[in-house]
């Protein structure tokens, strides 16, 4: 089966920086994906790691460590409108269907 | 199409009666996955289309739910006899082949009352 686990909520300020952990048990593993979703919204893919080290795109970066089932995503330079939920995705080496996490809900203070 | 098209954008209906809930993927996609996600929660594995293969029906929570994919393109998925525990957004998404990001549409957003 598959568990991925990430922090409910967390709170950061405008202008900081903010890292947000995921870590799973999946049964396979295929790559790694980070969505970002508004409410009321479709998530939107922010990025996609399968081998181990960090992907830096803007003011997002995400990492993978792959013998200890963990990533994390590092939000820079932090805006108003990233408050947002952040969802941690796996996708099963075995049966290849992307599993989402619980997610972690986002609040930016000015 | 430009993205995944989902149709239609609410659904209220009546318990006990079916519903069906339609996904046009992006054109080409070969994969295409059914989430549901309820108010305030995660994203939940329904169901998995991948090409021409047997679809991955793991995560349909009852034989209430079913869904096919015609000609590997629009999927729809259909719940019979609803329950107000049905009640969610159910969001379709598509990818290019297995191992790329999934594209998400604005979901349907089913009420049962």
């Known amino acids: 089966g598959q568990n991925i686990d990430q922090p409910t909520e967390m709170t950061a300020t405008e202008g900081a920086i903010v890292q947000i952990n995921c870590t799973y048990q999946t049964s396979g593993f295929n790559g790694l994906f980070w969505y970002q979703q508004h409410a009321g919204e479709a998530p939107t893919f922010l990025s996609y790691?399968?081998?181990?080290g960090l992907e830096e795109k803007g003011r997002f970066s995400s990492f993978l460590s792959r013998s200890k089932g963990y990533s994390y995503l590092l939000l820079k330079e932090l805006q108003m409108k990233d408050s947002a939920s952040y969802l941690c995705?796996?996708?099963?080496?075995?049966?290849?269907?992307?599993?989402f996490g619980t997610g972690t809900r986002l609040l930016v203070s000015p | 199409g430009a993205g995944v098209s989902q149709s239609p954008s609410n659904k209220v209906t009546e318990k006990g009666k079916d519903v069906e809930l339609r996904c046009d993927p992006i054109?080409?996609?070969?994969?295409l996955y059914w989430y549901r996600q309820s108010l305030g929660q995660g994203l939940e594995f329904l169901i998995y289309f991948q090409g021409n293969s047997a679809p991955d029906k793991s995560g349909l929570p009852s034989d209430r739910f079913s869904a096919e994919r015609t000609g590997g393109s629009v999927s729809t998925l259909t719940i019979q006899r609803t329950q107000q525990e049905d009640s969610a957004v159910y969001l379709c998404a598509s990818s290019l082949v297995q191992n790329t990001e999934a594209f998400f549409g604005q979901g349907t957003r089913l009420t049962v009352v």
């Open positions: 995705a796996v996708r099963d080496g075995g049966f290849q269907k992307l599993v």
């Open positions: 790691n399968v081998l181990d």
């Open positions: 054109s080409g996609h070969t994969a």
